[in-house]
């Protein structure tokens, strides 16, 4: 009786497609990563440089052919009118670890085809560290220099606000105030980040070498299989 001779492993289809799908997702992760990375670099570059910009009338800068994406960290001044409104909600964050409140009010301008946008007028320093703070009623702003931010950048909240002004054209901005006057009572502006990370090199290094940890791996079982 004839002995059976051993099977020859096969090229394994199905292990190569699975770490070629693996590897271009982690590819394209590591890529994103790096793309995030310039633009993280060129974020931090424009509020350097935004320390020592000055303040442009608000009108000017609305009424110009700009994306409002692209007017992100543009600082700017103006003069507010009041809008008929109760007190807006405080609107929660967390910074440097404690549980924080910002005030928010509508201001009426005349600006190209806007006639309002939110302010977000900074801290209330008594209520740091609580989870459900008590209505706040505050003085209408005035004067406001500030920095302008997307509101899709600052989440849900910000949007579900303007909707309490059906009558009203809102800007897709948010004025982050630096400076009221007069000074708003009991409110501590606090335009900028306290700390922006940057670490998406770090984060795109790990996604490459994740990947081409995946292809030493994959190439070792290949030649185990291929040598059996």
């Known amino acids: 009786m004839s002995e059976i001779a051993p099977r020859k492993a096969g ?9 070629a799908i693996a590897f271009v997702l982690l590819c394209g992760l590591g890529t994103w990563q790096v793309q995030r990375l310039h633009w993280k670099e060129g974020l931090l570059a424009r509020i350097e440089k935004l320390k020592t910009a000055p303040a442009l009338p608000l009108v000017q800068v ?8 692209d007017l992100a960290w543009t600082r700017v001044s103006v003069d507010c009118g009041d809008v008929a409104s109760p007190p807006l909600p405080l609107v929660y964050g967390v910074r440097e670890g404690d549980v924080i409140w910002r005030a928010q ?4 301008i005349l ?16 209520l740091t560290g ?3 703070p ?3 009623a505050f003085d209408a702003p005035r004067r406001v220099v500030g920095v302008l931010t997307p509101i899709a950048q600052l989440g849900g909240d910000r949007a579900e606000v303007l909707k309490r002004f059906p ?4 800007a897709p901005l ?3 105030a630096e400076q009221e006057t007069p000074a708003a009572a009991g409110l501590t502006p606090a335009p900028l980040p306290v700390e922006i990370s940057n670490r998406h090199l770090e984060y795109a290094l790990t996604w490459f070498g994740l990947a081409v940890t995946l292809l030493f791996i994959y190439a070792a079982m290949l030649w185990r299989r291929l040598k059996s």
């Open 11 to 19: 090229f394994p289809v199905g292990l190569t497609i699975a770490t």
């Open 62 to 69: 609305l009424t110009a052919q700009t994306k409002p994406e």
């Open 105 to 108: 009010a509508p201001c009426a």
């Open 111 to 126: 600006a190209g085809p806007y006639d309002m946008i939110l302010v977000d007028r900074g801290l209330v320093p008594g």
């Open 130 to 132: 609580q989870v459900s």
């Open 134 to 136: 008590p209505a706040r």
């Open 167 to 170: 009558g009203r054209k809102p």
């Open 174 to 176: 948010v004025l982050m």
